[in-house]
């Protein structure tokens, strides 16, 4: 980590977004108390993460990247054995609550390692929140899981949300950042950016020009070559940055002049995808 300070609002949904490597799942562990700190403060609830570490892991929950519970417990057990953990009596009720919380009712005597992925998700969201935290960490919680049982549990989040619970989760996903409340931008363990996603846009005060072309990648470099406006390359499109008519105009006389065709085009407002670009080649 790098100098990085920032705070999180009680019962807000704070993301920390980069791409692999940017130090998220580092800094989340270093909240959680698994990972000692080289240097700096930090406080959860108020406490001091170094002199009240075992008082913060009683009222936080934390669920890594990785599937990380008991793949020959059911998924009863499972939560039974983190309901035992935190000293959870009378658990059963809770159990129930957030089985039925879960959508995994009618798979409580499945075992874990049977699961797919998103239920595996699911089982150990509801192992997390047993013993009632009041703030819970999620690392990339979504990452690998298929897009229907993601949507699913953006559902469940958001339903916690609702609750009160504070939520702070990593992302490398853009589109799932726009979800956030508030967004820290990280990369190679610096904090770049930190604000709700609608004033990260607006930052960047500027418009997108999105074009699909027949030969990207030689457009691409055509519009790089000859144009000052900021220009990027996604999969099968292409986004240029514009402050206006004329901007537009322009380039679009310059896509005549270097004989491009254009396939699909459309102004669109700037994505936080945009503006993660537009930070990194300004560093």
Same mark, same amino acid.
């Given at each position: 980590m790098d100098g990085i300070s920032f705070s999180v609002k009680e019962k807000e949904v704070f993301g920390l977004v980069g791409p692999d490597g940017a130090g998220k799942t580092t800094l989340i562990r270093m909240l959680c108390g698994l990972i000692k700190p080289s240097g700096g403060t930090a406080a959860i609830l108020g406490h001091d993460l170094i002199k009240d570490i075992n008082r913060i892991k009683n009222e936080i929950g934390y669920l890594s990247q990785k599937f990380s519970l008991y793949a020959d417990l059911s998924i009863d057990e499972n939560i039974e054995f983190f309901a035992e953990l935190h000293g959870v009596k009378n658990f059963k009720s809770r159990r129930n609550e957030l089985l039925e919380f879960t959508r995994l009712e009618k798979f409580r005597h499945f075992l874990a390692g049977k699961l797919s992925g998103g239920m595996k998700q699911k089982l150990a969201l509801?192992?997390?929140?047993?013993?009632?935290?009041?703030?819970?960490?999620?690392d990339e919680p979504t990452t690998g899981v298929d897009p229907v049982s993601?949507?699913?549990?953006?559902?469940?989040?958001?339903?916690?949300? %609702?609750?009160?619970?504070?939520?702070?989760?990593?992302?490398?996903?853009?589109?799932?950042?726009?979800?956030?409340?508030?967004?820290?931008?990280?990369?190679?363990?610096?904090?770049?950016?930190?604000?709700?996603?609608?004033?990260?846009?607006?930052?960047? %005060?500027?418009?997108?020009?999105?074009?699909?072309?027949?030969?990207?990648?030689?457009?691409?470099?055509?519009?790089?070559? %000859?144009?000052?406006?900021?220009?990027?390359?996604?999969?099968?499109?292409?986004?240029?940055?514009?402050?206006?008519?004329?901007?537009?105009?322009?380039i679009e006389n310059l896509l005549k002049s270097g004989n491009i065709t254009v396939k699909?085009?459309?102004?669109?407002?700037?994505?936080?995808?945009?503006?993660?670009?537009h930070v990194l080649k300004e560093q």
């Open positions: 509801a192992c997390t929140l047993i013993h009632r935290p009041k703030i819970i960490f999620l993601r949507r699913d549990f953006w559902k469940i989040l958001s339903e916690l949300h %609702n609750e009160g619970v504070t939520i702070i989760i990593s992302t490398p996903y853009m589109d799932e950042a726009e979800r956030f409340n508030t967004i820290a931008m990280m990369n190679y363990g610096k904090l770049l950016m930190n604000d709700s996603p609608a004033a990260i846009k607006a930052g960047m %005060n500027t418009q997108v020009l999105e074009i699909v072309t027949s030969e990207l990648r030689d457009s691409y470099k055509f519009i790089t070559e %000859n144009s000052a406006n900021e220009v990027q390359l996604f999969g099968d499109r292409i986004d240029i940055a514009v402050s206006n008519d004329d901007d537009i105009t322009k699909d085009k459309r102004i669109k407002p700037v994505s936080l995808e945009n503006v993660f670009i």
